[in-house]
């Protein structure tokens, strides 16, 4: 059984700096692609940032240039930094990972709460 787990949101005042941390757990072959989409209330969720196995980085223009997103393929976990916060980036937000374990399957995590707020 394959596991998102997310830690590290919060409240937060405007200008302030978060980072956000999931990390994969159970029967993992390989994980692709790894990303954080984020959802407010009355709105869709949206993409944030995606990264790949080898680096490869995409990221929202609305947080480009204040978040960014890495990995550590050792230890299966994505990061999300974010600085320069302001209150239109509070939502829930998701892990997202491409994960092949006796198959291929999408996985997401339950979701963390930011709430950028003074």
């Known amino acids: 059984q394959v596991q998102l787990v997310e830690s590290g949101g919060g409240l937060v005042q405007p200008g302030g700096s978060l980072r956000l941390s999931c990390a994969a757990s159970?029967?993992?072959?390989?994980?692709?692609?790894m990303g954080w989409y984020r959802q407010a209330p009355g709105k869709q969720r949206e993409l944030v940032a995606t990264i790949t196995r080898f680096g490869n980085t995409n990221y929202a223009d609305s947080v480009m240039g204040r978040f960014t997103i890495s990995r550590d393929n050792a230890k299966n976990t994505v990061y999300l930094q974010m600085s320069s916060l302001k209150p239109e980036d509070t939502a829930v937000y998701y892990c997202n990972a491409g994960i092949i374990s006796d198959v291929y399957s999408d996985y997401w995590g339950q979701g963390t709460q930011v709430t950028v707020s003074s």
């Open positions: 159970g029967s993992i072959f390989r994980i692709n692609t």
